[in-house]
C-alpha cells in the first residue's frame, strides 16, 4: 500500500523540519535551547504529524474523530508550505556558501538565520492563511458554448454544473448554502453535479438531514441530477491513500443514495433522460469505481448508440477521459469535475500532467468540454493557486429555430 511505504519518507520530512525549527529558535535566543523547550517542540511536532494518523484510527462520526480530521487536514496544507519554504532557504543558502568567498562574521550569520527564520515564518504563515479563506470563498465561471442543432423547445440553456463537494469533515452546512445561493442567484434550467458528492464515509457528515434540506432548496427548471465519483464510495482513506482488500468491489453506502434522492437530486447510473423532449442528459459512473449495479462501464459508441444524434447530447461524467472517443461518438457537451485544479500549488501545475483537459474548457472536434475545480476539498483544507467553484454553462442552440 501506497501509504504505508510513503510513512518513512513522511517520518524523514518530520525530522528535517523540526531540526530546522529547534536550529532557529536556538538562533532567535538562548531561552530557547533549554531541554524543556525542546522536548515541548519535538512533542507538537509527533502531535500535529501524527494528527492524520490519529484521526484514522477513531472511530467514524465521534467528535474527538472530527476535531482530529480538522487538525490533519489543515496540518496537511501547513506541512506542504513549510517544506517548500525551507528547502527553498536552504537550497539558497548552500548556494550563497558556495558562491561567496568571504565567510560572514558569526553575529552576522546568526542575525541573518534569524532574519530567514521570520521571513519564513511569515511567508507560511501567510500562504496557509490565505489558502484557508480562499477555500471558503466559491466562486461562479461562466461559459459561453454553441450546438449547432436544433434545440427542440429550446433556443438556449442554462446549464450549473457543481462537482466535487465532498461532503464530510471538511465541507459541511456553511459550504452549502452558500453554494445554493449562488446557484439560486443564476436562475438555472439545469443544475448537474458531477460525482464526488461524499467525502467516502457517509458518517462524516456531521448534520445529514440539515444538509438534505439546504439541498432540497436549489431552484432549476428542469431539475438537479448528478453522477457517482471516485470517493462516493464507502472506504477508509489516509492523507489520500485508500485501503483496499484484494478483489473488494467499491460501493456506494446505501444512505448516500438514499440521501439523494430525499435530497431531490436525480442519480443516473449508466442512465439517460430524455428533458422536456429537446435534449439527452446521460450519467456515468466512475470509470475505477463504477458502484452498486454496474461492473463495467459503457464506451462513448455504446452509450450514444440508442440515442436520437439529431438531438444534443449532454455527458456527465466524474473524470474528463475518453474526451475523443466522447468527440467520435457524437456527444455535444461533456461536464466533468474529479481534477480539483491540483487545489493547492504546485498542485495546479502537476496536475496539467495528468490530463489533457486538467480544468477549464476544451474543445475536441464537435465537442465541448468543460472541467470544473470544484466546490468541496480534499485533503489540505486549503486553496492556493485555485479556486472553489460552479460553473455557468450558457448554451446556445444554433440549428433549425425552435419550436412553437
Known amino acids: 500500500m501506497a ?56 472511530p467514524a462520526g465521534t467528535g474527538i474523530r472530527r476535531i482530529m480530521e480538522y487538525i490533519g487536514n489543515y496540518w496537511l496544507g501547513i506541512i506542504l ?9 536552504d537550497l539558497v543558502r548552500v548556494l550563497w556558501k558556495h558562491f561567496r568567498k568571504r565567510t560572514p562574521q558569526s553575529v552576522h550569520l546568526r542575525r541573518n538565520r534569524m532574519l530567514a527564520g521570520v521571513l519564513g515564518l511569515v511567508l507560511i504563515a501567510g500562504i496557509s492563511g490565505y489558502g484557508m479563506v480562499n477555500a471558503a470563498i466559491i466562486r461562479t465561471t461562466p461559459y459561453q458554448v454553441s450546438i449547432p442543432k436544433d434545440g427542440g423547445k429550446l433556443s438556449s440553456l442554462k446549464i450549473v454544473l457543481a462537482a466535487d ?10 459550504q452549502m448554502r452558500q453554494m445554493v445561493e449562488k446557484i439560486n442567484r443564476e436562475s438555472p434550467d439545469l443544475v448537474v453535479i458531477a460525482g464526488d458528492v461524499f467525502d467516502n464515509d457517509y458518517e462524516a457528515m456531521d448534520d445529514p438531514e440539515a444538509l438534505i434540506s439546504i439541498l432540497q432548496g436549489i431552484q432549476s427548471k428542469y431539475g438537479v441530477y448528478a453522477c457517482y465519483g471516485n470517493h462516493d464510495v ?36 449508466e442512465e439517460w433522460e430524455l428533458i422536456d423532449g429537446s435534449f439527452y442528459l446521460y450519467g456515468r459512473p466512475d470509470q475505477e469505481r463504477p458502484g ?24 456527465l461524467d466524474h473524470e474528463p477521459r475518453e474526451l475523443q472517443e466522447l468527440a467520435d461518438a457524437g456527444v455535444d457537451l461533456d461536464l466533468c469535475g474529479h481534477t480539483h485544479n491540483g487545489q493547492v500549488f504546485p498542485g495546479n501545475l502537476l496536475i496539467r500532467l495528468f490530463w489533457e483537459n486538467a480544468c477549464g474548457y476544451m474543445q ?9 475545480s470544484g466546490v468541496g476539498l480534499f485533503g489540505p483544507n486549503m486553496r492556493v493557486a485555485t479556486v472553489p467553484e460552479i460553473c455557468i454553462v450558457n448554451v446556445n442552440f444554433s440549428g433549425s429555430p425552435p419550436q412553437k
Not at 17 to 36: D, E, H, I, P, Y
Not at 81 to 89: D, K, N, R, S
Not at 364 to 372: E, F, P, R, S
Open 292 to 315: 452498486r449495479g454496474v461492473e463495467v462501464r459503457k464506451t462513448p459508441a455504446e452509450l450514444t448508440a440508442g440515442l436520437d444524434a439529431e438531438k444534443t447530447i449532454v455527458v
Open 3 to 58: 501509504a504505508v511505504c510513503l510513512i518513512p519518507v513522511y517520518a524523514l520530512l518530520l525530522v528535517y523540519l523540526a531540526r530546522w525549527s529547534l536550529k532557529w529558535l536556538s538562533v532567535c535566543s538562548l531561552r530557547f535551547t533549554g531541554k524543556g523547550v525542546k522536548i515541548l517542540v519535538i512533542v507538537l511536532w509527533i502531535f500535529f504529524g501524527a494528527s492524520p494518523g490519529i484521526a484514522f484510527l477513531l
Open 234 to 269: 464507502s472506504e477508509k482513506i489516509l492523507a489520500g491513500f485508500t485501503f483496499d482488500r484484494a478483489g473488494e468491489k467499491k460501493e456506494s453506502d446505501p444512505r448516500m443514495d438514499s440521501f439523494l434522492e430525499r435530497a431531490g437530486i436525480r442519480l443516473l447510473k
Open 364 to 372: 475536441k472536434d464537435g465537442m465541448h468540454n468543460i472541467v470544473t
Open 81 to 89: 508550505y513549510m517544506a517548500i519554504v525551507v528547502a527553498v532557504f
Open 165 to 174: 463537494l465532498h461532503l464530510g469533515y471538511s465541507v459541511g452546512k456553511t
